[in-house]
């Protein structure tokens, strides 16, 4: 897998310019595109096949993401995940790295 299999979905166009690390990886070859008001689908994840990792998603970006049928899975990544809980138990999340840890008992 290289680096163009890789696909970043943002919520907002001026996210990707004003964050170094994805203007970055833009130029390595990934795919990092944003979710926009005039496309449902924006054309460059038409055909899109790989992992998509929706950065600092809102709730239209996330439904974004679901709706790339070739996308071999999807990772949000945020800074506050409190929000994002619903989402998570509405899906089949996959452990990726790590040690696993037990939810708290109170």
Do not use: C, K
Request: net charge neutral; aromatic share 6%.
């Amino acid at each position: 897998m290289g680096w163009e299999s890789i696909g970043i979905l943002a919520p907002d166009p001026a996210l990707i310019d004003n964050t170094p690390v994805l203007r970055r990886y833009r130029t390595r070859g990934l795919m990092v595109t944003a979710r926009s008001a005039e496309l449902s689908t924006p054309r460059s994840l038409e055909g899109f096949t790989g992992p998509l990792v929706a950065y600092r998603p809102d709730a239209p970006t996330l439904e974004l993401a679901e709706a790339v049928s070739g996308a071999g899975g999807i990772v949000a990544v945020s800074g506050n995940n409190d929000w994002l809980s619903s989402w998570i138990t509405a899906h089949q999340p996959a452990h990726l790295a790590g040690a696993r840890l037990d939810p708290a008992r109170p």
